[in-house]
């Protein structure tokens, strides 16, 4: 009776190890997803600014360059006055 009940606990300790392995692996996986997702995010955040600021360089509308970029009308102006314009 003392081995079936040892051989249930080593049972049940790998099948709890796997679940530990299994949710650790679930984990990173929806980590790194969320990573890319916010590097792309982060990455069209930056065209933008980047697409904006050279607008700004031509003197091109404020409106134009919202309409343009889809950025605020604040944000294009907080950029304004970092580029000094």
Known sequence: MKKIISNLELVLEEMQQEAWLKGLKE?????????KLEGKLEGK???KLEVARNLLLLDVDLDTITKATGLSLADIESLKKQLGH
């Open 27 to 35: 984990g990173e996986e929806k980590g790194r997803l969320e990573g």
């Open 45 to 47: 955040i930056e065209a």
